[in-house]
């Protein structure tokens, strides 16, 4: 398949971007690294008149390190985070996580934000900054709002955007010293997207417990105190678990194979490490 006719504006700034995405009345698309809407260009399942090109922003590819946060540009790609240039003090789990995602030449190409913005319920990075409680930053012309990763995504490949907004940027807190991520995916083979996902923080010194299953038919499940699935010996509870299953339509008996597979190994990593 072959994309219908568009054209091509390079936004030189924020304001220009969503000036243009104001103008076009809805038929206008941001595109970075193009890693999931340039298969859907192809497949016609999106048609838009304009691409806006917004690669060239530099507020869009900063890195900020502050002593709570650290504030990524919707344009850093996965390998720039896998590469390190996230400043370490508690996120080195999301370079870990970011060298498994996809293969090497999606990850040069592919951006956090566009991850985010296109929100694939199996996407790495959707349950990962679920799971890490991080903030987006929605721009508007000079106008800024800040939300919740996980209001952001409001469904399967849906977003909280409004029709001349865009993301700007993700806002990523620091973990304690002694907090302890883990993620595994259940997938067919090393680069898919996964059939499951868990993503669990313990971060103790802030009353941290949080677990998110990932790769479900909408936006993950987010469990905020997951010390109600534990037993004693920190071993999960799996009638507690099939409880948040049976809550959320996950019925399936290989698909919930999948998920206790994927909670039940993030977890051991979460305990153990």
Not at 114 to 142: F, K, M, N, R
Not at 169 to 181: F, G, H, T, Y
Request: glycine fraction near 8%; charge should be positive.
């Amino acid at each position: 398949m072959k994309p219908v006719a568009f054209d091509i504006v390079r936004a030189g700034s924020i304001a220009e971007a969503t000036r243009i995405l104001a103008e076009a009345n809805g038929s206008a698309r941001l595109v970075a690294g193009a890693q999931s809407l340039g298969p859907m260009l192809n497949l016609r399942l999106a048609q838009p008149r304009i691409l806006v090109d917004i690669t060239g922003i530099p507020e869009l590819t900063r890195i900020e390190d502050a002593a709570d946060a650290v504030t990524i540009g919707a344009c850093v790609t996965t390998a720039n985070i896998e590469d390190g240039r996230l400043p370490g003090r508690g996120l080195q789990a999301m370079a870990d996580i970011a060298a498994h995602i996809a293969y090497r030449a999606v990850r040069n190409r592919g951006t956090i934000g566009g991850s985010l913005c296109h929100a694939d319920p199996s996407a790495d990075w959707v349950s990962t900054l679920y799971a890490l409680g991080a903030e987006c930053i929605i721009a508007s012309g000079q106008n800024r709002r800040r939300l919740p990763a996980d209001q952001f995504v409001t469904g399967a490949y849906e977003n909280a955007l409004g029709p001349h907004e865009m993301l700007e940027a993700i806002r990523v807190p620091r973990l304690s010293a002694q907090a302890r991520c883990g993620y595994y995916k259940v997938c067919r083979k090393v680069g898919e997207f996964a059939l499951a996902i868990g993503a669990v923080l313990q971060d103790r010194e802030r009353s941290q417990f949080r677990l998110v299953i990932g790769a479900t038919k909408g936006r993950p499940i987010v469990i905020p105190d997951m010390r109600e699935l534990s037993r004693a010996g920190n071993t999960l509870d799996h009638g507690a678990l099939a409880a948040v299953f049976d809550r959320h339509g996950i019925v399936d008996r290989i698909d919930r194979r999948q998920k206790i597979a994927a909670v039940e190994r993030a977890y051991a990593l979460a305990v153990s490490s």
